[in-house]
């Protein structure tokens, strides 16, 4: 089975502080992606990464960035925490961009900020 | 641009009782669309899917989806629902070049002994 783990599901910052949320798949996956789900608003897309060391912007990046070092890792950033980052937040993964892929997804990390 | 409507925020119904979630999306292509679920404090698990060929898709845990290029549909259905099925759903469309998913804001299914 595909696994995509993220290492924490629950957190709580301080606003201001920075913060990583990390993220391994074990399936050899090319595409990398992190979601932020919020009530009312279904998941919006921050960042998504098809290689090592690449990244594109999704539809809500502002006040994130992504570290891909490494095939198997995707990392979000957030270099200051604010409280309107306080939301849960997806990884997901899939093989190589193309036509029939399944795309999975990991438990997701509660983020509070206070 | 793309996007997915999911109509009903919240649905509720008695178990065994048939179900269907409805989906609209829009997109210029032929669409490449996708059903998940999500129980309580869990992440998204995946349904079912379609790219082409049979409109009628069957997944996971007994549900089905249909196809409808005219309607823009890709509506969930169940024959009877169980109370394990209370949950939240997602419909989603996705860019074929980077697997970009676009989800609509999801469906919460309450279910009723």
């Known amino acids: 089975d595909v696994k995509v783990t993220q290492s924490s599901r629950y957190l709580v910052k301080r606003t201001g502080e920075k913060v990583f949320l990390e993220c391994v798949q074990d399936?050899?996956?090319?595409?990398m992606f992190w979601y932020r789900q919020d009530p009312g608003l279904g998941l919006r897309l921050i960042y998504f990464?098809?290689?090592?060391?690449?990244?594109e912007k999704g539809d809500i990046p502002e006040g994130y960035s992504v570290s891909r070092e490494k095939k198997e890792r995707f990392s979000l950033i957030l270099e200051s925490a604010s409280t309107n980052q306080t939301s849960m937040y997806l990884c997901?993964?899939?093989?190589?961009?193309?036509?029939?892929?399944?795309?999975?997804f990991g438990e997701g990390s509660w983020l509070t900020v206070v | 641009a793309q996007s997915v409507t999911q109509p009903d925020i919240h649905i509720t119904v008695s178990e065994g009782a048939s179900l269907e979630l409805r989906c609209n999306y829009s997109?210029?292509?032929?669409?490449?669309l996708f059903w998940y679920v999500q129980s309580p404090g869990q992440g998204l698990q995946l349904l079912l899917k379609?790219?082409?060929?049979?409109?009628l898709v069957q997944g996971i845990k007994g549900f089905e989806a249909e196809f409808k290029r005219s309607q823009s549909s890709f509506n969930l259905r169940k024959p009877s629902v169980h109370w394990s099925d209370a949950a939240e759903y997602f419909c989603?469309?996705?860019?074929?070049?980077?697997?970009?998913?676009?989800f609509g804001t999801g469906t919460r299914l309450q279910v009723f002994p």
């Open positions: 997901a993964s899939s093989r190589v961009p193309g036509r029939g892929n399944t795309i999975y």
């Open positions: 399936m050899d996956h090319e595409n």
């Open positions: 990464s098809y290689d090592v060391k690449m990244k």
């Open positions: 997109y210029g292509a032929t669409p490449y």
């Open positions: 379609y790219f082409s060929g049979d409109t």
């Open positions: 989603a469309v996705a860019d074929p070049d980077t697997d970009k998913l676009i």
